[in-house]
């Protein structure tokens, strides 16, 4: 099992920097396939807004993202390695 530091580390290996990220707000999505994203990140823990942000994102691992709550690592740490 991965811990939340080899995610972190993975993530920064796949990566050589961090994009700045910003929303405006969640946008209803009549997309069932991002209304089952959103479902399932807020099933995994992650608060309403964090999950529409996440769920707009195609750079966005779901798998990855469950994992990480999963895992043990906090919202915050999570949302920081995903975005």
């Given amino acids: 099992m ?3 530091t080899d995610e972190v580390r993975s993530r920064r290996a796949e990566h050589t920097g961090m994009s ?3 929303v405006s707000g969640p946008r209803v999505s009549t997309d069932p396939v991002r ?4 479902e399932q990140l807020q ?21 990855v993202a469950v994992e990480l709550l999963r ?3 906090p919202v915050e740490t999570a949302l920081r390695i995903l975005l």
């Fill in 35 to 38: 209304t089952w994203r959103v």
């Fill in 43 to 63: 099933a995994a823990g992650y608060p309403f807004y964090d999950a529409h942000a996440l769920s707009e994102r195609a750079d966005v691992d779901l798998h």
């Fill in 2 to 4: 991965r811990t939340c």
């Fill in 71 to 73: 895992a043990g690592c």
């Fill in 20 to 22: 700045s990220f910003t």
